[in-house]
């Protein structure tokens, strides 16, 4: 399956100010995935990330608040903008690995766990 | 997508074997049923997919009934590192699909 390296692992930011995550995969993938998981909570999407198009927001997450870049098929950022602290949580990509088939499933970063005070 | 619907929480002795079960109700006849595992402080580990009967691997088996409502995921002989979240979700039969996860099961392996 693919291998995701997701930075920072961790962060503790001021709120106001703004985090950008970062997911590199060590192959080429369509589309990656960034998810929300809140203290204790499951997982939400965030948003789909297609390389070469504007990213595609789930409902009550928007492009001022989440933009996400994709440059190219194996890296994608995600910014967390004007945070407060509502907004501590994990964040994850996510992806398929291609030619994996449906019998891997898809790969998940370790993670960036934010604070925001 | 079908909303999935598991127990919130679940406690096993080291040893024996836990069967979660997840409902399903709503499932399309193009949708698998796959499980993932999450440690604290680590993403969703896929553990396994089905479309009906019976999958086994090295990790789990998965029972999908006749009628694919409801889905019921195996583990061996659990050991205090099967300690985790699981998750049942529904996906479609096709790729780059997004996953919708629920609220999983909080499985505790007692020594």
């Known amino acids: 399956s693919a291998v995701i390296s997701q930075k920072p692992s961790r962060d503790i930011c001021q709120r106001g100010t703004s985090l950008t995550i970062q997911c590199q995969v060590d192959?080429?993938?369509?589309?990656m995935f960034w998810y929300r998981q809140q203290p204790g909570q499951s997982l939400t999407l965030i948003a789909t990330a297609n390389q070469g198009s504007e990213a595609t927001y789930e409902s009550g997450f928007v492009i001022d608040k989440f933009p996400i870049s994709r440059p190219n098929l194996t890296f994608s950022t995600l910014t967390v903008s004007n945070m407060s602290p509502e907004d501590s949580s994990i964040y994850l990509c996510?992806?398929?690995?291609?030619?994996?088939?449906?019998?891997?499933?898809?790969?998940f970063g370790s993670g960036t766990r934010l604070t925001v005070v | 997508l079908a909303k999935t619907t598991q127990p919130i929480s679940m406690d096993s002795y080291e040893g024996q074997e836990v069967n979660i079960t997840c409902s399903h109700n709503?499932?399309?006849?193009?949708?698998?049923i796959t499980w993932y595992q999450q440690f604290p402080s680590q993403g969703p580990r896929f553990i396994i997919q089905g479309y009906k009967t019976k999958v086994t691997n090295e990790v789990a088996s998965l029972f999908i009934p006749a009628d694919r409502k409801s889905s019921t995921l195996s583990l061996p002989r659990v050991s205090l590192s099967d300690t985790a979240v699981y998750y049942c979700l529904v996906r479609r039969d096709f790729g780059n699909e997004k996953l919708t996860f629920g609220t999983g099961t909080r499985l505790t392996i007692i020594p």
């Open positions: 192959s080429q993938v369509t589309m």
């Open positions: 996510s992806v398929e690995a291609p030619g994996q088939g449906y019998d891997y499933g898809y790969t």
């Open positions: 709503n499932i399309a006849t193009n949708d698998y």
